[in-house]
């Protein structure tokens, strides 16, 4: 083994060929439902300035920003770069440098990439993770609320996962919520010796997080802690109560948490978060996102309405794993086409470029046995091969063979695509051009 310097970061992770059929389901379904609800794609980069970076993940303290990373550049080492902790801040600016503020709106987008942030590794919390991110702007209707919570809660639907719990909250705006937080800071006040030291210091700072404290020794005040939803202004009280209106009338179920907040300013109104108990342990948040109405200006851009979520792609395929929903790991290709004896290279190659109209083909180079080639087709799980000696390369055919069945016929290069192109390959009985050969077992093909 190399030195543990030539291994991967700490905290990050491979995603092999096997787990990357389950990926692919999650990114397909992902972007079929943002699609479906008039969402378009857009990709920024994954370095962006640290001040827009800072000034995204606000001000609570320096806890947030400890998990960003610097990006240092030996050419240009004043340059203040950043890898994304997340897409939001980036997808705004872009909105606006871009002047997708000018065009029609609201501007319904959505995007999918890698996000880092230096945080302690644990099962299911990754320093490069991936999101699921959607974004709507340009609009303040609660109907968008709870249009994006319709996409999350669908796309993991359509996955075919169960037993994901959706929370929601509202936590007020500019109107309403500076007077709940005195509420809140006068209800903990005499009971800050009792919190816990992180707690201790959110008093002052951003109460609203004392809600989503998870520390023992904090929990017993909750309960009696003022609500925030007992509180709402006229107008966030309606607001919520249409967000609500539309998931009901949407079949979508949720639990109202009046302790569900988010820690940033710029928040408004509806939070949601959806967890998963399969997921396990303290990281069982597959997504969140709420309304964000004070993110525009905290980034120094025109007022502008938001609402969105972000999900953790890694989570969801964990999920379904723990569901036995993560469909099996593919054969690389359908078809593999074994020369069997020298100087086929060329022949081979058209073989597979032919096959290729329907089908994935791979070509085994190897100058290695028939024998073993076989062996190793078998290994790799391709349902189909293709012999081909110098004889049979000359007159442009090749040994079709089923491996499961061990069934074998003779197919002229040309007529692969068709042969091949009928769901789970051809059948001998239905194809006239080849006579069907006696089964042979996998591995005695010719040999
Ligand atoms: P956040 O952007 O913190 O609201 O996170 C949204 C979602 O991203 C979470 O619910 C997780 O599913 C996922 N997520 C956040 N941080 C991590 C991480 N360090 N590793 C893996 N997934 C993460």
């Excluded at 006068?186 to 009971?191: E, G, I, K, L, Q």
């Excluded at 609500?227 to 249409?242: N, Q, V, Y």
């Excluded at 080639?373 to 079709?400: C, F, N, T």
Aim: one cysteine or more; proline letters at 8%; charged letters at 25%.
């Amino acid at each position: 083994m190399p030195p543990s310097s030539l291994q991967s970061a700490r905290g990050v992770r491979d995603v092999l060929p096997a787990e990357r059929a389950t990926w692919e389901l999650v990114e397909g379904a992902a972007r079929r439902v943002a699609r479906a609800f008039g969402y378009q794609e857009i990709e920024t980069p994954i370095i962006e300035p640290l001040e827009l970076v800072e000034r995204g993940v606000g001000g609570d303290t320096d806890v947030v920003r400890k998990e960003i990373y610097l990006v240092h550049s030996r050419a240009e080492p004043d340059s203040r770069l950043v890898l994304r902790p997340e897409a939001t801040a980036g997808v705004v600016r872009a909105y606006f440098q871009n002047r997708l503020d000018a065009g029609p709106q609201p501007q319904r987008l959505y995007t999918l990439g890698p996000m880092f942030r230096h945080d302690r590794p644990q099962a299911g919390r990754y320093r490069q993770f991936h999101q699921f991110d959607v974004e709507a702007f340009g609009s303040g209707a609660a109907a968008l609320d709870a249009e994006v919570i319709e996409m999350a809660v669908g796309w993991l639907a359509e996955l075919g996962l169960t037993g994901f719990v959706l929370e929601l909250n509202s936590i007020g705006d500019d109107a309403c919520r500076p007077a709940y937080l005195e509420l809140l800071k006068a209800y903990y006040r005499p009971r800050k010796e009792q919190l816990d030291a992180e707690c201790q210091r959110r008093l002052e700072v951003n109460p609203l997080r004392l809600l989503d404290c998870k520390a023992p020794r904090c929990q017993p005040f909750k309960a009696g802690a003022p609500r925030i939803t007992d509180h709402l202004c006229p107008a966030c009280g309606e607001a919520f109560a249409e967000v609500r209106r539309l998931l009901d009338a949407a079949g979508v179920e949720y639990r109202l948490n009046p302790y569900l907040v988010r820690g940033l300013d710029y928040y408004s109104r509806t939070v949601f978060e959806v967890s998963h108990e399969a997921v396990g342990g303290a990281q069982n948040s597959l997504g969140g996102g709420g309304r964000y109405d004070g993110l525009a200006t905290a980034l120094g851009y025109p007022n502008t309405p938001a609402t969105g979520f972000a999900a953790g792609l890694e989570r969801v395929v964990l999920a379904l794993e723990r569901q036995r929903l993560a469909p099996p790991a593919p054969s690389p290709a359908e078809l593999a086409v074994l020369p069997d004896g020298e100087g086929l290279a060329v022949a081979a190659a058209r073989v597979a470029r032919i096959a290729r109209g329907s089908v994935r083909v791979a070509v085994d180079y190897s100058g290695r046995s028939l024998r073993a080639k076989m062996r190793a087709a078998h290994r790799a799980g391709y349902p189909w091969v293709a012999i081909m000696d110098p004889a049979e390369a000359s007159r442009e055919v090749v040994q079709l063979r089923h491996m499961a069945s061990g069934e074998q016929r003779e197919v002229a290069w040309r007529d692969l695509p068709l042969a091949l192109r009928t769901p789970g390959g051809p059948t001998p009985s239905r194809d006239a051009s080849g006579g069907v050969r006696p089964a042979m077992p996998t591995g005695e093909a010719r040999a």
